[in-house]
């Protein structure tokens, strides 16, 4: 086996619910090979799953079965799988939600987490997955990465952020309803979403990302007519973050910011709440994008879209964000393991 493969970050796949399009999607993406060069990708999850996939793909893969990803070899060509034996795809119906099927996700996610925790994956990249069936079958979260946080006895903050064409979408809250959302924009949490802006996309290799902080009100407020946010609140603290050393500027109204983020003005926009960003960002090409979890010590991608389910199992499903999600996870888990690295000389 060549050196410059051991030098490269491993990034556990999880082929995600199975009654959607992710395990035709990794199936694929194993058998086009375009990420041997990229990561040392090791599946987590059934063998029948992934079997299922090869036959939805129309693929075929030489797998190996491991017992954890420490026992993984890379050759030219094979699989390693460490096969759970825990999901029977053909007990689910195809392209619909179902609480077992979730249930049996939310496991496959907690193992693949295990093997991080014990530093035998660098990273991992999920295929779709289905909130809603999730929490049905007993993971009581409003969505994965606040299960992946809890698994990971995380304390403090994190977020989900979104990768779009090499712009990073961030917000200051996230999956609750806009009531509660306004109460929980302060000057911390503002402060947190533009630090962790800045922090992931240093990891991701953008020297001094620029940051645009939206505003709140409709027209930044009008000079204090609808809303002093802006003027008492918001302001004020992305100057504090910006006198901190952060290429961060704004509040700058929601409706044109993204605008001028995508003509290349800044790396990122931190919106202040889950639509703000999400339907700039979607319209811009949300099959193509790939979400993050940003803040926790694991790194987690898996793409922006969801389980697909009107066009499960014919073949059709395109791989595109998948593999941009593998590639993310890669860069990032490259940066942890170089900083590993740096840290062990240190000591």
């Known amino acids: ?22 395990p035709e999607q990794t199936a694929r993406i194993l058998a086009d090979g375009n990420l041997a060069n990229v990561a040392r990708l090791v599946v987590v999850g059934d063998a029948r799953v992934l079997e299922m996939g090869m036959a939805h793909a129309a693929v075929k893969l030489k ?9 993984a070899f890379w050759h030219h060509g094979v699989v390693p799988l460490v096969d759970l034996g825990n999901a029977d795809p053909s ?19 907690s193992r693949a987490i295990d093997f991080a925790k014990a530093g035998e994956v660098d990273a991992i990249t999920f295929a779709p997955l289905n909130k809603r069936a999730m929490f049905d079958g007993g993971w009581k979260f409003p969505d994965e990465h606040k ?10 903050y994190f977020s ?12 200051v809250t996230g999956h609750q309803s806009l ?16 630090e962790l802006a800045d922090r992931m996309m240093r990891k991701s290799g953008i020297e001094r990302p620029r940051i645009a902080v939206a505003a709140l009100n409709p027209h930044a407020g009008e000079g204090g007519l609808f809303g002093r946010d802006e003027i008492e609140m918001i302001r004020p603290t992305v100057e504090a973050a910006a006198k901190r050393g952060i290429a961060c500027s704004g509040p700058y109204p929601a409706d044109t910011v993204y605008i001028r983020a995508f003509a290349g003005e800044f790396d990122s926009v931190v919106a202040m709440y889950h639509d703000q960003g999400q339907i700039a960002t979607k319209l811009r090409g949300f099959n193509r994008g790939v979400t993050v979890t940003a803040g926790l010590d694991t790194v987690f991608t898996t793409p922006s879209h969801g389980t697909a389910f009107d066009i499960v199992g014919k073949g059709m499903a395109k791989t595109g964000a998948l593999e941009s999600a593998v590639r993310l996870a890669a860069q990032l888990a490259n940066v942890k393991t170089r900083t590993r690295e740096i840290t062990h000389a240190h000591h």
């Open 1 to 22: 086996m060549d050196t410059s493969q051991d030098a490269l970050p491993i990034v556990a796949l999880v082929p995600g619910d199975c009654t959607g399009i992710g």
């Open 160 to 171: 989900e952020m979104n990768v779009l064409d090499g712009q990073w979408m961030s917000r």
């Open 147 to 156: 299960m992946f946080a809890s698994l990971l006895g995380h304390q403090g």
């Open 179 to 194: 009531r509660e959302a306004l109460d929980c924009i302060t000057p911390e949490s503002i402060t947190d979403a533009i």
């Open 63 to 71: 797998v190996e079965h491991v017992t954890s990803p420490a026992k």
């Open 91 to 109: 007990l689910f119906p195809l392209g619909k939600s179902n609480a077992d099927s979730g249930r049996l996700t939310g496991e496959t996610l």
